[in-house]
Nanobody, 126 residues
């Protein structure tokens, strides 16, 4: 069993930065693929980024490539999402998730994740 708690969301101006954190409890964190997803009002939840358990491999959505960076610290049971050059369209609730097996063919799909956090709101003002 893994429990996930996100933090770090808030209100920021366009062009600014935020760093989200997701702290996991559970003994399997260090072996789990971790991912970040987001859901804007009236839209479906979408993939943002994922990272292999070792931290050596990552995937990003095209919309955030070059602006967002996912990382993890297994000693702290924490995964991060550094978000730079934020845009109004990045406004959403951001969720971290854990669980799937890593694949070199592409990022895991949402339904492959076993555990989800409650989310943290990011609002970017233009």
């Amino acid at each position: 069993q893994v429990q996930l708690v996100e933090s770090g969301g808030g209100l920021v101006q366009a062009g600014g930065s935020l760093r989200l954190s997701c702290v996991a409890s559970g003994r399997t964190f260090s072996r789990s693929t971790m991912g970040w997803f987001r859901q804007a009002p009236g839209k479906e939840r979408e993939f943002v980024a994922s990272i292999r358990w070792s931290g050596g491999s990552t995937y990003y959505a095209d919309s955030v490539k070059g602006r967002f960076t996912i990382s993890r610290d297994n000693a702290k049971n924490t995964v991060y999402l550094q978000m730079n050059s934020l845009k109004a369209e990045d406004t959403a609730a951001y969720y971290c998730a854990a669980g799937p097996v890593w694949s070199s063919s592409g990022p895991p799909k949402q339904d492959e994740y076993d555990y989800w956090g409650q989310g943290t709101q990011v609002t970017v003002s233009s």
